[in-house]
């Protein structure tokens, strides 16, 4: 598996290319959700399809949650322990979208160490249907996740999984700029 991976404070960050649903060694992974937490399609449709009917009913109970929002459901047939969805901002619309899309990985890992948990993978959210330029939004997730590694305490490893060649060669490059 192509990845590459920086230390910061007691944690991890490693981009990886990869599949959400495959990360078995990691105890969440994050949804790039829709407010109203339903199925969906894109990452979501592929998370919810791998977890079983069971976390659209968990989850919708949740919403509806707002750009930069994220909570935390079960992760039932999935391989991990939790999700935890996030909405991402539309790029065009949830202005300034560069906060609220650093809102969801910080938000995201402040319910992990709430939870205690030592790891969580991520997809690139927003950068599918909510039409977030790959080439600005991973500077602006991979420097909200480094500037919060020195502060947890639980969270050892987080991982980016990026689902294709040319958006993983655009995270590798925000990561060797950080
Ligand atoms: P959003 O609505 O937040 O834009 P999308 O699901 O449309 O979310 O896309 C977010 C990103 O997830 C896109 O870059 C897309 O290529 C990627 N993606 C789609 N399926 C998967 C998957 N199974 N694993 C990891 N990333 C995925």
Redesign the pocket.
């Given at each position: 598996m192509k990845k590459e991976q920086i230390l910061h404070g007691k944690a991890c960050l490693e981009v990886s290319l990869?599949?959400?649903?495959m990360q078995k060694d990691m105890d969440a992974i994050a949804n790039?959700a829709?407010a109203f937490l339903r199925v969906?399609?894109?990452?979501?449709?592929?998370i919810h399809k791998a977890a079983g009917p069971e976390l659209e009913k968990e989850a919708m109970d949740k919403g509806p949650i707002k750009p930069g929002q994220a909570v935390i459901t079960k992760a039932y047939n999935l391989p991990n322990k939790y999700v935890i969805h996030v909405l991402?901002p539309v790029y065009d619309r949830d202005v300034p979208h560069d906060k609220y899309l650093a809102d969801c990985y910080s938000n995201a890992l402040d319910l992990c160490e709430e939870y205690e948990l030592g790891s969580i993978a991520f997809?690139?959210?927003?950068?599918?249907?909510?039409?977030?330029p790959?080439e600005e939004a991973a500077p602006v997730a991979l420097k909200a996740i480094y500037s919060k590694m020195p502060s947890l305490k639980f969270v050892k490893k987080i991982r980016l999984?990026?689902?294709?060649e040319r958006?993983y060669a655009m995270h590798i490059k925000a990561l060797k700029e950080l």
């Open positions: 990869g599949d959400i649903v790039a829709n969906g399609g894109g990452v979501a449709g592929a991402g997809p690139a959210i927003s950068t599918g249907v909510f039409g977030y790959i999984v990026i689902f294709s958006d």
